[in-house]
């Protein structure tokens, strides 16, 4: 793990967020229902965050790279204005590398979180690397930050305003909702 003068320096540069789903968005745990619906938990201090990039910081854009396929994240994914989704997808540095041609973005300007081996090889690559406290031990090894959160706790949320805090728009933030 860097010590935080490196990770402000390296959040200041950042243009894409990215992330995992399961196990940074919600808990890991799913309800599956027996008409094979699956049922997710979301954080509501997550969305704050994501309303928050996007009305302060539009210029970053998000992702959300998932194993999985399901519908409520297609849908939930679409309600959080996320720019790019990808799900089903086994190798996500692939993916990335779609968003950033896409984009226009460098890996240098990628924020990812992830929290387990499939994670590793974008957290390995990217501009800056976050991992929650829950995450794997190999995945620790890989990043630049390990939260204090769990994920499903807020972690998503915890890097938005690191990453607008570095770039000095957090106070922004605040003042919509201070007198």
Not at 31 to 49: A, M, Q, R, S, Y
Not at 78 to 84: P, T, V
Not at 114 to 125: N, Q
Not at 170 to 177: A, N
């Amino acid at each position: 793990m860097k010590n935080k003068k490196d990770i402000v320096k390296k959040a200041k540069n950042i243009k894409l967020l990215a992330c995992d789903v399961d196990g940074i968005l919600t808990h890991g745990e799913m309800i599956v229902l027996n008409n094979g619906e699956e049922i997710k938990i979301w954080n509501v201090k997550d969305g704050t965050g994501y309303n928050q990039l996007s009305k302060i910081s539009p210029k970053i854009k998000t992702a959300w790279i998932t194993g999985r396929q399901s519908s409520q994240v297609e849908k939930h994914a679409k309600n959080m204005s996320i720019d790019y989704l990808i799900q089903n997808c086994i190798n996500k540095m692939v993916a990335l590398e779609k968003i950033l041609k896409e984009s226009g973005l460098k890996v240098s300007e990628t924020a990812y979180i992830g929290d387990d081996i499939i994670d590793i090889s974008v957290l390995k690559a990217a501009g800056l690397s976050v991992c929650p406290m829950n995450a794997c031990e190999d995945v620790k090894k890989y990043v630049d930050y390990v939260s204090i959160l769990n994920g499903g706790e807020g972690i998503v949320r915890e890097v938005i305003e690191l990453i607008m805090k570095a770039k000095g728009e957090w106070k922004k933030s605040l003042d919509r909702y201070t007198c």
